[in-house]
């Protein structure tokens, strides 16, 4: 099983809500990641947590709050978002770990959150 | 700071052709280079992954090939067909765990 599962798979929002990303993986990896991607552009990396610890945050702003609960879990929250926030959010698992080889670096992805912020 | 394009942005070819997607890269010091694809609205797929001390990679009727000295890559793919239309991405990676993406290059295959 190679799956990563994120939730919901669209939402909206207004620029005063609230909101959580959510993105599951059960195959044991320790590396965990959120990108965010803009139509016809590629991913952007926003954040990477290694072993439930973040390792990478890529100078995202503050309104972008990620969360590793437990080695299975990532969420991303989000607060005070502004309408150039929306995009497809991805979340990626690795193996990570000191001790993978090189397939163990593949990410696996999610088919991603369409988050539109009105 | 690391570079990665990708040539053509976009490809329309004939079912059955033989095809090559081109990916450069301008830092030859990555760790690996990987290949995605990406179907409209979708995740990324993983297709193929080339360490840095390998030189091709293959998996079916595709075939991912790395150069470090010229930092180049290519993906094959052989006998396309209309369900391998998407766009297909690659992406190096850093000694830092991050991966730089290529813009991307969309194929269509017609029937």
């Known amino acids: 099983d190679t799956e990563v599962t994120q939730t919901p798979k669209h939402l909206v929002m207004g620029m005063t809500n609230k909101k959580s990303l959510k993105c599951e993986q059960h195959?044991?990896?320790?590396?965990m990641y959120w990108y965010k991607q803009k139509a016809k552009k590629p991913p952007e990396l926003m954040f990477v947590?290694?072993?439930?610890?973040?390792?990478i945050n890529e100078s995202v702003p503050s309104r972008f709050s990620p969360e590793c609960p437990n080695s299975s879990l990532l969420n991303l929250h989000l607060h005070a978002l502004q309408p150039e926030d929306s995009a497809l959010y991805l979340c990626?698992?690795?193996?990570?770990?000191?001790?993978?080889?090189?397939?163990?670096?593949?990410?696996?992805f999610g088919a991603g959150t369409r988050l539109s912020v009105l | 700071k690391q570079e990665v394009t990708q040539i053509p942005a976009a490809l329309s070819v004939p079912e059955g052709e033989n095809l090559v997607l081109n990916c450069s890269f301008t830092?030859?010091?990555?760790?690996?280079l990987q290949w995605f694809r990406q179907d409209p609205g979708k995740g990324l797929t993983s297709l193929l992954l080339?360490?840095?001390?390998?030189r091709e990679q293959t998996s079916g009727r595709l075939n991912a090939s790395l150069d470090k000295s010229s930092g180049r890559s290519t993906l094959y793919i052989a006998a396309s067909q209309p369900g391998d239309s998407a766009t297909y991405l690659c992406?190096?990676?850093?000694?830092?765990?991050?991966?730089?993406f290529g813009q991307g290059t969309t194929l269509q295959v017609k029937p």
């Open positions: 947590y290694s072993y439930e610890k973040l390792s």
């Open positions: 992406a190096a990676r850093r000694g830092t765990g991050k991966l730089i």
């Open positions: 990626a698992s690795s193996q990570g770990g000191r001790g993978r080889t090189g397939q163990g670096f593949i990410q696996y």
């Open positions: 195959m044991g990896h320790r590396a």
């Open positions: 080339i360490q840095s001390s390998q």
């Open positions: 830092d030859s010091a990555i760790y690996n």
